[in-house]
């Protein structure tokens, strides 16, 4: 792990507390997220960035983009994504750069060329599906969250969310889960669960586990005095880049 450091708006320095958020598909990491920022921020002044892993597919060839059209292409394939970019922007965070979030478009499966601005902050929460499969991403997360959900469930709501916010007929969807969604799945995001230091069953719903993060969040920044110190900002409130 680095020992890089971020310059705090009261002149101190510390290195930003990252959190990983793993799970499934649609096993609702972006809506823990947006709770723990919430929570966060009703509880004092404290900057908080949220960054996505589904912000840095990559760009795909004219072939492999032609499969993604047709449900034909593993998005779920450790390699469909760079974890170099976002190792690097972690780095920068850590060590008080600014850095650039790509924005992509899940209709057209292609980086918009777009980009979104990100600050240092005192907390970092990353959410992906296979981050914790990225051994340098995994090794740089302070405390990493595993949200455990079933698998028909996930399903259920992949085909609402996908059918509504990502273009996609249900055939397409069913196609694409069956073919590479589940197998990647096993292969590639169940296995890391033993990474996690927290296994979160029914996601936002869990307050019981949801409280206790917080407060373990809330006692590490306390104890390198870094917490409700000085007025602060949310950086990126919305944890689901899409
Ligand atoms: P992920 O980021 O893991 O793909 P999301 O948090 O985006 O999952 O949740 C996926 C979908 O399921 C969203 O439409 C969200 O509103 C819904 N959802 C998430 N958690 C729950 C829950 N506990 N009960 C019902 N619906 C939920
Ligand atoms: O938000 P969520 O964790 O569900 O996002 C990850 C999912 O996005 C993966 O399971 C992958 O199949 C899907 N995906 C897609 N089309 C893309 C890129 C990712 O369906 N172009
Ligand atoms: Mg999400």
Known sequence: MPSAQVQRPNGSKAKPYIIGVVGGTNSGKSSVCKKIITELNNLGAMSIVAISQDSFYRDLEPEDLELAHKSEYNFD??????????????????????GK????????????????????????????????????????CDMKLYIDCDADTRLARRVRRDTAERGRTIDSIIKQYTSFVKPSYDEFC??????????????????????????????????????????????NGDSDQK
């Open 101 to 140: 979030i790509p924005i992509y478009d899940f209709k057209t499966h292609r980086s918009t060329g777009e980009f979104e601005p990100v600050q240092p902050a005192e907390v970092i929460l990353l959410e992906g599906i296979m981050l914790f499969y990225y051994k340098k991403i995994r090794e740089i």
């Open 190 to 235: 169940a296995p890391t669960k033993k990474y996690a230091d927290v296994i979160v069953p029914r996601g936002v719903e869990n307050e019981v586990a949801i409280n206790l993060i917080i407060c373990h969040i809330q006692d590490i920044l306390k104890q390198s005095g870094e917490i409700f110190e000085n007025g602060a900002q949310t950086v």
């Open 77 to 98: 394939h450790p390699k469909s994504i760079d974890d170099s970019a976002i190792y690097e922007l972690l780095i920068d965070l850590c060590e008080g750069r600014p």
